[in-house]
C-alpha cells in the first residue's frame, strides 16, 4: 500500500469510529441544502443603471468605468456599456467594483455583468485588477467564469458595467 492509502485508511477509520451513520447523513444532507441555497444569497445584480457622468471613450480599456473589468468590452462588439448585444443574455451575477470619477471626484460602484450566449467577441479585451480579489471572494474577483448561472451555461461574448450607486464613506 502506498503512503497515501494508509493516509486515508487511518483517517477513515478514526472517522467511523468516532461519527454515527445518521449523523454523517444529516452532514451530508446540511452541506446539500446548503449548496443549493447558494444562488438565493444576495448579490449586487445592476439592473438599474444610476446617474452619473458618461464623459469619455466607451471603447477604450481606460474609461472610468472599466477600472475592474476582465474581458472584452460589450460596447465594441454590438452592444453598449450596460446593455448586452442582441443574440446574448446578461450572466445572473456579477461582480463589483468601486471606480473614481475623475471629474466629479466621487466613487461609484459598479457592477459587471459578463453577456453570455455566442462565443467570445475578441475586440477591446481590457483586464484591470484595481481592487480585484481571490477567487474565494468571488463577488470582488474578477477571474471567474460568471456564464455558469445563465440558460448559455459557458459561453462567454463580452463584460458590460453598470453602475449601481454612489461609495460612501
Avoid at 15 to 25: N, T
Avoid at 67 to 87: E, K, N, Q, Y
Wanted: proline fraction near 5%; charge should be positive.
Amino acid at each position: 500500500m502506498n503512503r497515501y492509502d494508509r493516509i486515508f485508511e487511518r483517517w477513515s477509520r478514526s472517522l467511523a469510529k468516532g461519527v454515527s451513520r445518521r449523523s454523517m447523513i444529516r452532514s451530508l444532507g446540511g452541506l446539500l441544502i446548503g449548496g443549493a441555497s447558494l444562488p438565493l444569497l444576495p448579490v449586487a445584480r445592476g439592473q438599474n443603471e444610476t446617474s452619473a457622468p458618461t464623459d469619455g471613450d466607451v471603447k477604450s480599456c481606460d474609461y472610468w468605468r472599466y477600472c475592474a473589468i476582465d474581458g472584452f468590452l460589450c460596447s465594441c462588439c454590438g452592444g453598449s456599456v450596460t446593455t448586452c448585444p442582441p443574440g446574448t443574455e446578461p450572466a445572473p451575477i456579477t461582480w463589483v467594483g468601486t471606480c473614481r470619477h475623475a471629474s466629479d471626484g466621487k466613487d461609484y460602484i459598479i457592477a459587471y455583468n459578463d453577456c453570455c450566449g455566442k462565443s467570445a467577441c475578441g475586440r477591446c479585451q481590457c483586464t484591470r485588477n484595481e481592487r480585484d480579489r481571490p477567487t474565494y471572494v468571488p463577488y470582488l474577483a474578477n477571474d471567474l467564469n460568471w456564464c455558469v448561472g445563465s440558460n448559455s451555461n459557458v459561453a462567454y461574448h463580452c463584460t458590460v458595467s453598470r453602475i449601481v450607486g454612489v461609495a460612501e464613506g
